[in-house]
């Protein structure tokens, strides 16, 4: 199956400052998605992303997928960023939705 | 993704109790999804469901039990658990994959259990 792994598995940031996600995965993709997991268990849709630049508010997000790498950029972080930060991908025609292990980000005031 | 309901949020369970979980989903999907997640650790795929057909199974034990009795709503019937069940059971939902792109995976907020 596809392999995905993310960096830094870890990341402490102070209150305002900018951080950059990544996730490289080991085959094409037909759906990539970023998800962050809140400290109360919720998992939230951030972008869907299989190609492409998408900018929601703070976040923006790029996958070059022929180079098998996608990046989640988050500007003047806010405590409530903290969190979990997955990104999952699956292959073509394939329900099969492949979760890294996740950036733990946690912001300070 | 408050768009897939989840019931209960919360439930503990004795190894001998038997119980469901709930899922719902009003956007026209016809996949369904369940996902295990223990601490510190990704969502796992258990079960996929298409056009309310069993299309996946990870080899999962056969005390969980899927069920989707239409194309709005998925149960998890839970038999004989034991404490390593205790985890965060999530359900997610999609339109079914088909030529081009896969469609996104939509979850609820999970029911966290705990097995006595």
């Known amino acids: 199956g596809i392999q995905v792994e993310q960096s830094p598995p870890d990341l402490i940031l102070q209150e305002g400052a900018n951080s950059t996600l990544r996730c490289n995965f080991s085959?094409?993709?037909?759906?990539l998605q970023w998800f962050h997991q809140n400290p109360w268990g919720q998992l939230i849709n951030l972008f869907y992303?299989?190609?492409g630049t998408k900018q929601n508010g703070r976040l923006s997000a790029t996958t070059v997928a022929t180079e098998r790498y996608s990046l989640l950029y988050i500007s003047s972080s806010q405590t409530t960023d903290s969190g979990v930060y997955f990104c999952?991908?699956?292959?073509?025609?394939?329900?099969?939705?492949?979760f890294g292990k996740g950036t733990k980000l946690s912001v300070i005031p | 993704d408050t768009e897939v309901t989840q019931t209960p949020k919360h439930l503990v369970m004795g190894m001998t109790n038997k119980k469901s979980l709930k899922c719902e989903q009003h956007?026209?999907?016809?996949?369904m999804y369940w996902y295990k997640q223990k601490a510190k650790k990704p969502p796992e795929l258990m079960f996929v469901?298409?056009?309310?057909?069993?299309?996946i199974n990870e080899s999962v034990p056969s005390r969980f039990s899927p069920e989707c009795p239409n194309s709005s709503l998925l149960n998890l019937h839970l038999h004989a658990l034991q404490p390593e069940d205790s985890a965060l059971y999530l359900c997610?939902?999609?339109?079914?994959?088909?030529?081009?792109?896969?469609?996104?995976?939509?979850f609820g907020d999970g029911t966290r259990l705990s097995i006595l």
């Open positions: 997610a939902s999609s339109h079914p994959t088909g030529v081009g792109l896969n469609q996104p995976q939509h």
């Open positions: 085959d094409s993709v037909n759906n």
């Open positions: 992303i299989p190609s």
């Open positions: 999952a991908v699956s292959g073509a025609g394939s329900y099969q939705l492949t």
């Open positions: 956007m026209g999907h016809r996949a």
């Open positions: 469901y298409s056009y309310e057909k069993l299309s």
